[in-house]
Nanobody, 126 residues
Framework: QVQLVESGGGLVQAGGSLRLSCAAS????????MGWFRQAPGKERDFVAA????????YYADSVKGRFVISRDTANNTVYLQMNSLKPEDTAVYYC???????????????????WGQGTQVTVSS
């Protein structure tokens, strides 16, 4: 079991920036990938970005590519999501998630992740 705690959400104007943090504790060594997902009211939970603990390879949804950056601090078991040039359509609850190693893992799929944080609200005003 891995516990995840997100922080850093808030209200920001369009064009602004926010940095989300996800602190992981517990059996973190048993997890291979960390992801960020978001869910707007009435919509499904969508993939935003992911990073592999080992090697640091990163993956992004097309909608955030070039604006968001995911990174990790392995010493402190923390993953970050730097969000720049925010748009009103980025408004959602953002969730951090952790997934175990698996051959052929699809990092964009929610089914690959077994641990989820409580979420943090990001609101972008126009």
């Amino acid at each position: 079991q891995v516990q995840l705690v997100e922080s850093g959400g808030g209200l920001v104007q369009a064009g602004g920036s926010l940095r989300l943090s996800c602190a992981a504790s517990g059996r973190t060594f048993s997890r291979a990938v960390m992801g960020w997902f978001r869910q707007a009211p009435g919509k499904e939970r969508d993939f935003v970005a992911a990073i592999l603990w080992s090697g640091g390879s990163t993956y992004y949804a097309d909608s955030v590519k070039g604006r968001f950056v995911i990174s990790r601090d392995t010493a402190n078991n923390t993953v970050y999501l730097q969000m720049n040039s925010l748009k009103p359509e980025d408004t959602a609850v953002y969730y951090c998630a952790a997934g175990p190693p698996r051959s052929g893992i699809v990092v964009t799929a929610t089914r690959e992740y077994v641990d989820w944080g409580q979420g943090t609200q990001v609101t972008v005003s126009s």
